[in-house]
């Protein structure tokens, strides 16, 4: 439980900073189109700007050129006037004044084809003048366009500013709750911990008694020794040799351990979860029979045959376990009889489950 609770929260840093790279992006890249249109618009409008100038400047000279005309013509109407009259006045200069009326009415044909022309140069002056204003009234409509884009760009740049200040300040409460539960599990930690230490405490206090109880009832023996937090009894008290059947002897120490357990136990408190473990050795001398083919089947049918005599003496089994460990773990190394006879044990420790 403790493992689970001290596990690392998930690491969601690199995900949000990802997030927030890809908008900076976003944002750059909009602002580069937005300048670039800009650029390109302004340039457009400076040159439509420069061709009106230019044909308003022509329009204005041939405007200038059409009144001069006119008022060549209203001369000449004058003139002609004045010759109709001396015409009446004076017939003798008939020959003279066809001749005069004569080229004046070719310089006015003359003067009515410049007409003509000129007025279709004006009338192409027009429409020219009316295709620009056409043109930029489209550009107008085009630079408008591109305002309301750009100000709908600003619109979205806005908007997200604010989603990257809401995903900060998430991102902030986020860190916040982090820090807070890290906080409360170290606590639960210590705490746990503090509460393992005292059961593991208390429990050691029944072990001692325990093995101390257990010393005295089956007696100061050279067979019968605690090794460390384990209290072990040679196999030659219990079985013999290459058995795992108790002999009347192993049956007898066996009720007594029952007897020391069961009374220990009604004293330990309930919510200390107890177990006795009872571990089976050999020495390193192979055996192989039909029964047992190695060590590990004799060191577990020996522990099994102490935990059913435990449980016929009414310790519950699910307070027992047997393990059989061979010859893997030996007290003493050595290749003597000695040796073999001190690592042939049965071990028993009382445990916390």
């Known amino acids: 439980m403790a493992a689970r609770r001290l596990r690392p929260a998930p690491d969601i840093w690199p995900g949000f900073v990802d997030a927030l790279a890809s908008l900076v992006m976003v944002v750059v890249f909009v602002l580069l189109v937005f300048v670039l249109a800009q650029v390109f618009l302004g340039q457009a409008l400076s040159n439509r700007n420069q061709v009106i100038g230019t044909l308003g400047r022509e329009m204005a000279a041939l405007v200038e050129q059409l009144s001069l005309q006119k008022t060549a013509t209203v001369t000449l109407q004058a003139n002609l006037d004045r010759l109709d009259g001396e015409l009446a006045s004076a017939l003798a200069e008939r020959d003279a004044a066809v001749a005069t009326a004569a080229g004046l009415e ?79 599990i170290l606590d639960l930690s210590k705490r746990l911990n503090v509460a393992l230490a005292a059961k593991v405490e208390e429990l050691q206090k029944y072990r001692s008694e325990f093995f101390g109880r257990l010393r005295k009832v089956l007696g100061d023996r050279p067979g019968i020794r605690i090794e460390g937090d384990r209290f072990a009894l040679q196999s030659e008290l219990l079985f013999d040799t290459a058995s795992a059947e108790l ?107």
Do not use: C
Request: glycine residues 6%; aromatic residues 2%; charged residues 30%.
């Open 106 to 184: 070719h310089d006015i044909a003359a003067l009515e084809a410049l007409k003509a022309a000129l007025e279709t140069q004006v009338a192409g002056l027009d429409a020219a003048l009316g295709e620009s204003r056409g043109q930029v009234e489209s550009e107008r409509k085009i630079s408008e366009e591109a305002r309301a884009q750009a100000a709908l760009l600003n619109r979205q740049i806005e908007a997200l500013k604010r989603d990257l200040a809401r995903i900060a300040a998430a991102l902030e409460a986020s860190e916040l709750r982090d820090r807070e539960q890290q906080v409360q």
């Open 247 to 353: 002999g009347g002897n192993g049956r007898e120490q066996v009720r007594k351990l029952a007897a020391t357990l069961k009374d220990i136990t009604r004293t330990m408190p309930k919510d200390i979860n107890w177990i006795l473990r009872i571990d089976g050795h050999t020495d390193r001398r192979p055996i192989a029979s039909g029964r047992f083919p190695s060590n590990w089947e004799l060191s577990t049918a020996r522990a099994i045959s102490v935990v059913r005599t435990l449980v016929a003496e009414g310790i519950p089994p699910e307070r027992l376990a047997a393990t059989g460990m061979g010859e893997f773990q030996p007290l003493d190394p050595a290749d003597t009889e000695p040796a073999y006879s001190r690592n042939r044990r049965i071990e028993l420790r009382l445990d916390q489950r």
